[in-house]
């Protein structure tokens, strides 16, 4: 692929993001994808015969690039609590720089359960699970964290930082009636997150 292509790849990616995060799947149009990136329709079909194939290539690449901007979270040199505190500023930087992906993905997941599960299957939960408990053996089990309990854990602690953007509609409204800025409560939280998390844990 020439650099020219992937210059056109990525406006595609850049433009497909937005669209499907404003639209829905079932709401996106090839049309507009095309006239966000700047190119005619038929060079969109040539690069993705389908809105479905594009919006497959879209979900895998940023599934790739969360993967490798996460892989931190699997180093072995880091103690629990510190990455539970690179998770909280990663992610929800990740989600300011996206935000409306949470409910996208969370609207897509109900209407179309089968369609997420097809994408993330190549993913190894086993080992990535195996690997928590193999990395952090000391740790989990000075926090009573165990296999029971873990997925009460995780699941917490990710929603801590999806809902406030998958709500976001919600909060603003909310907030801008107390007087509260959504923008500047969404930085806070990077560390009033993994505080609240840390001090229920007793990690601190």
Known sequence: MTDSEKQTEEKIFDAATLEFTEQGLSGA??????????INKALLHYYFRTKDHLFEAVFSKMARNLFTKFSPLLDDSLTLPEKIRFFYREHISFLQENPGLAGFL???INRNPERIKKLINNVDFKKIWTDIF?????????????????????????SLSVFPFAA?????????????????????RKEFAADFVLKALNCQ
């Open 106 to 108: 969370i609207s897509e």
């Open 29 to 38: 149009r090839m049309q507009n994808i095309a006239d966000r990136a700047g």
């Open 134 to 158: 193999r990395i952090h053996t000391r740790e989990l089990k000075e926090y009573n964290i165990n296999e029971d309990n873990l997925p009460q854990i995780m699941t917490t602690i990710i």
């Open 168 to 188: 976001k509609g919600i909060f603003e409204v909310v907030f801008s009636r107390i007087g509260v800025d959504y923008n500047k409560y969404i930085e806070e």
